[in-house]
């Protein structure tokens, strides 16, 4: 490679590790934010900021504690397609390998990322379909009274989540 190109490819490995590192980002934020959902260490409440907060969050919220558990509870249980820890691990592992790589392989970051994805995208359809049930369920009074306290989840401001709301959920 002559001298005059060596700069160019440089510049786009970099912007390619950065593409790849916020991709990273964004996968781990959705699969944290499944796993937590789904009982994972650190379940409890995190208030979260704009753009952190799930689309399903004010519905689950809303819940109340016992049913919420039980849902998740009975997800774990089904497997659900949740991977165990080692596994997770494991695909974080080969991501770090690839990107120490010499030279280095964008498809081999690709696969792990769409199994990322694929195992991210079973655990919501697995959540959904639990969440549905759970409403399906509901006398027509319970579910007006469920509607209620998603209208109240989403008028709350994200990250604003004090002391004051973690009790209140306690209660529920």
């Known amino acids: 490679m002559d001298d005059a190109r060596k700069p160019a490819g440089r510049r786009w490995r970099w912007v390619l590790v950065a593409s790849l590192a916020l991709n990273l980002v964004f996968v781990g934020l959705i699969a944290g934010a499944a796993y937590r959902h789904a009982g994972g260490p650190g379940a409890r409440d995190h208030g979260g900021g704009p753009g952190a907060r799930s689309y399903a969050t ?45 030279p280095f392989e964008a498809d081999a970051v690709q ?53 004051k709301a973690r009790d209140e959920d306690a209660d529920r």
């Open 58 to 102: 004010p519905y689950v919220r809303a819940l109340p504690r016992e049913t919420r558990r039980a849902l998740f509870r009975d997800l774990r249980r089904s497997g659900s397609g949740m991977p165990s820890r080692e596994e997770r691990r494991a695909l974080y592992d080969r991501v770090l390998a690839a990107l120490r790589a010499e």
């Open 111 to 163: 696969s792990v990322l769409r199994e990322q994805g694929r195992i991210a995208v079973q655990l919501q359809t697995a959540a959904e379909g639990a969440w549905l049930a759970t409403v399906t369920a509901m006398s027509p009074a319970d579910r007006a009274a469920y509607a209620d306290r998603v209208a109240e989840e989403l008028a709350r401001r994200p990250g604003k989540r004090g002391k």
